[in-house]
């Protein structure tokens, strides 16, 4: 059984950061791409960053390019998601999740195959 865990949400005043981690247990970390999605209150989830299995190729949305970073750990089966210059609108449930297909990435989240609980992030004015 493949699960995955998301810490480092929280609390944060406009302009700050945040780490997110998460740790993915049950299989090969390496045989997946990841991605992060998010899902504001009142609102469907959307694709925040993906990143590639092996080699660090990475994609973002266009509403978090330059201040958000993906990057993984293989050894320490890790996806970490970097949030920098936070604004309100960046305010939701943060979820990691696994894709295991045969594209490089995946931006959709019907793509995926496991998903983490989410963890929130709050932005405050």
């Known amino acids: 059984q493949v699960q995955l865990v998301e810490s480092g949400g929280g609390l944060v005043q406009v302009g700050g950061s945040l780490r997110l981690s998460c740790v993915v247990s049950?299989?090969?970390?390496?045989?997946?791409?990841m991605g992060w999605f998010r899902q504001p209150p009142g609102k469907e989830r959307e694709f925040v960053a993906a990143?590639?299995?092996?080699?660090?190729?990475?994609s973002y949305a266009e509403s978090v390019k330059g201040r958000f970073t993906i990057s993984r750990d293989n050894a320490k089966n890790t996806v970490y998601l970097q949030m920098n210059s936070l604004k309100p609108e960046d305010t939701a449930v943060y979820y990691c999740?696994?894709?295991?297909?045969?594209?490089?990435?995946?931006?959709?989240?019907?793509?995926?195959?496991?998903w983490g609980q989410g963890t929130q992030v709050t932005v405050s004015s």
């Open positions: 999740a696994a894709y295991q297909g045969i594209a490089a990435m995946a931006f959709r989240s019907s793509e995926y195959d496991y």
């Open positions: 049950g299989r090969t970390f390496s045989s997946y791409a």
């Open positions: 990143i590639r299995r092996i080699g660090g190729s990475t």
